[in-house]
């Protein structure tokens, strides 16, 4: 896969005008639009949910890219399907005893099912997922919170879990990402990028999204 995907994140866009924010992302080029879905517990913050997803639906032809961090992501895989998400990423760390029931849940939706995985958790563990997946998601900052630095330790996994990659998959890079922290990821291997902040504060998204390619 030689084209990198930019997946914008709404976390850090004008929820007031989120329809208007979503059609500069078209406008601007995105290929994707990411939306991180917190729920005060897994991390500690409360975000957007599956009706947030469904009226998103109505007013954008770009692909949903869902990112639950949440408990229990099992329960709300369902509401987040049928709600329009075209992909749906969960936290290994959220469940670790039913990573794969949770994969045969979205993969039953007929949903690109994606992998994601905290700083501090190392890339052995979601191994044995692989040949199950269609993406792993690296964050380069804890996750919880928009406007983080990156952190160049986790990004490095990136080396390591190409090592083990045996089929066609996308490894996206979720923190801190902007122009010079994207280039290191993709010269890593990444192929597809999440990026909220440095896009959002661009007066030119179009021009913001470019740099990242």
Request: charged share 25%; glycine share 8%.
């Amino acid at each position: 896969m030689n084209k990198i995907i930019i997946s914008p994140s709404i976390l850090s866009s004008d929820f007031a005008n989120l329809e208007k924010e979503i059609k500069r992302l078209e406008d601007g080029g995105a290929d994707w639009i990411h939306i991180d879905v917190m729920d005060g517990h897994f991390v500690p913050n409360l975000t957007i949910g599956a009706p947030v997803v469904k009226s998103l639906k109505k007013v954008t032809r770009l692909p949903l890219d869902v990112h639950l961090m949440i408990d229990n992501p099992q329960k709300y895989i369902k509401d987040f399907a049928l709600s329009g998400a075209d992909i749906i990423t969960f936290h290994y760390e959220s469940n670790p005893g039913n990573v794969v029931e949770i994969i045969k849940l979205i993969k039953g939706y007929n949903l690109k099912a994606g992998l994601s995985i905290k700083p501090k958790t190392e890339i052995i563990k979601i191994i044995p997922y692989l040949k199950d997946i269609d993406l792993v998601l690296i964050m380069t900052v804890e996750p919880g919170f928009g406007g983080q630095k990156f952190m160049e330790e986790c990004a490095n996994k990136i080396k390591e879990l190409k090592k083990y990659i045996t089929k066609e998959i996308i490894i996206e890079v979720d923190g801190g990402i902007n122009d010079k922290t994207g280039q290191y990821c993709k010269s890593l291997g990444a192929n597809a990028l999440v990026a909220g902040n440095y896009i959002f504060s661009q007066s030119d998204i179009k021009l913001a999204i470019n740099s990242l390619r």
